[in-house]
């Protein structure tokens, strides 16, 4: 039987406040005290602003790959008596915490599919991403706000589209319907709030199935593989297209499936630790070789490697997975307006054979 609740919208912090205390819970809100600068995902506390009304500038993948991160703990130890002798003594404990994220959009979760190809399902299973994915739930609100930006019905997904979700949120006229769609979220659904009246249950019966059947974005994505790899050589169409890039990266750090990372380690004396951060492809140094040689000198070829990645080799990879999730963030943030569904929307037209 389906397990439902309904928060009232003056009952939503009261609500919240009581999940804090269970999980580590994750909420869409203003980074910054202006509300109409951009928004992130940011751990609740009282009081916290909430942003359900538009997609976060920052999407929500720090909550699985942090921004920067302590991977291990170092030690050297030396015997004075024994001077060429030394030891290292390494710590890589950790604990993922229980974990719930409240109103994330559809695309954001299945956006982790990709995440889930590279650091879960893939030749080399990442333990620190593997333990916080297991931890973690996900409430993700039907979505009523798409933008010019967005394409999510385009690569697969869709504003109702709830794979990889335990709980579905409508927002209904004074508060939120939410409904269990997993074993473990019906539990946590017990005595949380009261069950909807008919009234509310049709509401959101209703908006769920005008967002199943809202189509977003116009890009035709079938065949990109074939495409990219004919177009692959021909600089001028990859110069027309993203020759104003400024190789900022920020396209890479809004985007919920760029994974790029650089590991480093910071030492102290005898201590230290070993970090893992947010890279960017975009970057001339993230390719650099110590020799000096760089295999993506240009942005061209950087710009390549985003959009092969994301449409023609992680599909190639994954089965079919789309690298894209279409939320739109990348052609949002760009500052010179490069827009990733004419880029690939055109990979298709005249390539060469
Ligand atoms: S490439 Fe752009 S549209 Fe696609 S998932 Fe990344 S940020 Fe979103
Ligand atoms: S955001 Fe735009 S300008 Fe910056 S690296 Fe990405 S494509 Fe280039």
New binding site residues.
């Given amino acids: 039987m389906a397990v439902k609740i309904f928060i009232a919208t003056d009952r939503l912090d009261s609500v919240l406040e009581k999940l804090s205390t269970k999980f580590d819970l994750w909420v869409p809100a203003p980074l910054k005290s202006d509300k109409s600068g951009p928004t992130g995902f940011v751990l609740y506390a009282p009081g916290t602003l909430l942003s359900f009304e538009r997609q976060t500038t920052m999407?929500l993948k720090k909550v699985l790959l942090p921004q920067e991160e302590t991977l291990l703990r170092f030690e050297y130890g030396k015997d004075p008596q024994e001077p060429a002798k030394s030891s290292v003594t390494v710590d890589d404990s950790r604990q993922a915490r229980p974990t719930l994220v409240f109103g994330a959009r559809p695309?954001d979760v299945k956006?982790l599919l990709t995440m889930d190809g590279v650091f879960a399902n893939g030749p080399y299973v990442d333990p620190y991403y593997v333990e916080r994915r297991k931890n973690t739930l996900f409430a993700t609100l039907v979505c009523r706000q798409n933008d010019s930006?967005c394409?999510c019905t385009s690569?697969g997904g869709g504003p109702a589209d709830m794979e990889g979700s335990h709980l579905k949120i409508v927002q209904v006229e004074d508060g939120y319907v939410v409904e269990a769609l997993t074993k473990e979220a019906k539990a946590l659904l017990k005595d949380l709030a009261e069950a909807p009246d008919g009234d509310k249950e049709a509401q959101a019966a209703k908006i769920f199935e005008e967002a199943s059947k809202r189509r977003v974005g116009e890009l035709d994505a079938e065949g990109s593989p074939e495409a990219f790899r004919k177009r692959f050589e021909q600089t001028d169409y990859w110069r027309e297209m993203i020759g104003q890039c400024l190789s900022c990266g920020v396209?890479t750090y809004?985007?919920?499936?760029?994974y790029c990372f650089t590991i480093t380690d910071e030492t102290r004396n005898t201590k230290g630790e070993r970090l893992r951060s947010w890279d960017s492809c975009m970057f001339y140094h993230y390719t650099l070789e110590a020799s000096g040689h760089n295999p993506r000198p240009t942005k061209i070829e950087r710009y390549r490697n985003?959009v092969g990645h994301?449409f023609s080799y992680i599909p190639e990879r994954y089965n079919g997975l789309l690298?894209?999730?279409?939320?739109?963030?990348?052609?949002r943030s760009c500052p010179v307006s490069i827009d990733?569904r004419q880029v690939v929307g055109h990979l298709k037209e005249n390539a060469c054979e």
């Fill in positions: 999407s695309c956006a930006k394409f690569v396209c809004v985007c919920p499936t760029c985003r994301k690298g894209c999730c279409g939320c739109g963030r990348c052609i990733i």
